[in-house]
């Protein structure tokens, strides 16, 4: 049965007290002297008690120091101690709990070290090289592909990240030192490398540190590389088969014909001629336009007299007032921008009063939107519709909307596509509004 500390404590007085009165009474009883019997009780249950107390009290003693010991081993993190579980009192509840805590963080630690364990190895396998430095610039951690890059697998910690930048090359240290995102490139064993680093921020254990992350990228590029000068060198072969094997089969027809001569049929043959010819110098043109992009030449533009200017061009319609204030960049590029646009929206089948334009001031710039209603684009084509070469028109280059890309970036702008509401395509520009809104 449970018996509790408190029951022990009262049954130990109760004892102690009865025992007192009994012998006090006996020797009253006894002797008749009643000074001589309270001395004699003094005397002989003060050590009995006394004895009975410190026989009761060590378990006790015992028990509370080992749960002292063992919330100081809690302390430093020794989870290892256990404590003899003997009683069935609250002291016993207490040693019970002390265990099941002492069991339970031990399993947690054990649970943290194998994850730890897992991300160190993650850490060391990746080909990324990571340094890790406090506020002061002092390195605290790094992994195996940064040692191997910058100290040929020795341990960088405890140095400043300054003095193991220092026999790098100079793009490296000004990349580290600017403490941003960055494309470089460097000269390793006589080959041009390219590196991108990644630099972040972050407090831990209230202090700030600083994580960089540099990857090296030379391979990735290069297949990147390969493998568009391929798909460039398959589209331009397939556009040239095209013109020149109809090209190919009507020059013979010609031939013949010039044997006995029909003005008719060969007026179709030199004008189908004439029409793949024009097609692929169309094309051609394209791929040239496209390389050969010059650099923006912005000015102050009027908006009324832009919109004049592509209405002339192509039909559509203008969503809500133009602003009154001007804007800043290059009229021609951003015409052909629009017109291209505007033209793929007419393509797309949507009805022609459906076709808009909205033009709208931001805090930092301007948007420009062209809307219309038809069929919108999957899930694919909006994933893929920005990048060069790729088209779902039978005659398309595929470079259209990469052209609007780079027209918008070489100001300093972004395009965005994405499908309107209730259907149709929502095609979005921003502009800087001046050359200082675009640096910021």
């Known amino acids: 049965m449970r018996f509790s500390l408190e029951g022990k404590l009262a049954l130990f007085a109760v004892l102690v007290a009865a025992g007192s009165a009994v012998l006090a009474a006996f020797m009253e009883r006894e002797l008749g002297l009643m000074a001589t019997t309270l001395a004699f009780v003094l005397v002989l249950v003060v050590p009995i008690a006394i004895y009975a107390s410190r026989r009761f009290a060590t378990p006790l003693r015992r028990t509370l120091s080992a749960l002292a010991d063992g919330i100081v081993s809690l302390k430093d993190n020794d989870f290892s101690i256990s404590i003899a579980d003997q009683r069935d009192d609250e002291l016993g509840e207490l040693v019970r709990a002390y265990n099941g805590l002492g069991g339970t963080l031990r399993e947690e630690r054990q649970t943290l070290l194998q994850r730890e364990l897992m991300l160190d190895t993650v850490i060391q396998s990746t080909p990324l090289a990571l340094l890790l430095t406090d506020n002061a610039g002092h390195i605290l951690y790094s992994n195996f592909a940064a040692r191997q890059l910058f100290v040929a697998g020795r341990k960088p910690e405890g140095l400043k990240l300054e003095t193991l930048l220092e026999n790098a090359p100079a793009p490296m240290r000004e990349a580290f030192a600017a403490e941003r995102d960055t494309l470089f490139t460097v000269e390793m064993g006589g080959e041009p490398e390219i590196f991108h680093l990644t630099c972040r921020g972050f407090r831990l254990n209230a202090r700030p540190h600083r994580l960089y992350l540099l990857k090296q990228l030379t391979r990735e590029l290069n297949a990147q590389e390969v493998a568009t000068w391929k798909k460039v060198i398959r589209v331009i072969a397939h556009e040239l088969n095209n013109s020149l094997a109809p090209i190919t089969s009507l020059a013979h ?188």
């Open 253 to 440: 027809s010609g031939k013949q014909l010039a044997l006995a001569p029909d003005t008719r049929q060969l007026e179709r043959v030199f004008a189908t001629i004439g029409e793949r010819a024009a097609h692929l110098k169309s094309f051609i043109d394209g791929y040239a336009k496209f390389a050969k992009l010059p650099k923006p030449q912005p000015a102050e533009v009027d908006w009324q007299s832009f919109v004049d200017m592509l209405m002339a061009a192509v039909p559509f319609r203008v969503r809500g007032d133009l602003p009154a204030e001007h804007a800043f960049f290059d009229i021609a590029q951003m015409q052909q921008v629009l017109i291209n646009l505007l033209k793929n929206a007419h393509e797309s089948g949507s009805p022609s009063e459906a076709i808009e334009l909205e033009i709208e001031r931001t805090d930092q710039g301007w948007q420009l939107r062209t809307l219309d209603r038809g069929p919108g684009m999957s899930d694919t084509v909006l994933r893929n519709a920005l990048l060069p070469f790729y088209s779902t028109k039978p005659t398309g280059t595929g470079l259209g909307l990469t052209l609007c890309r780079e027209v918008l970036e070489a100001h300093g702008g972004r395009i965005t596509l994405g499908n309107r509401g209730e259907g149709g395509l929502a095609v979005t520009l921003w502009l800087p509004g001046r050359p200082s809104e675009s640096a910021a």
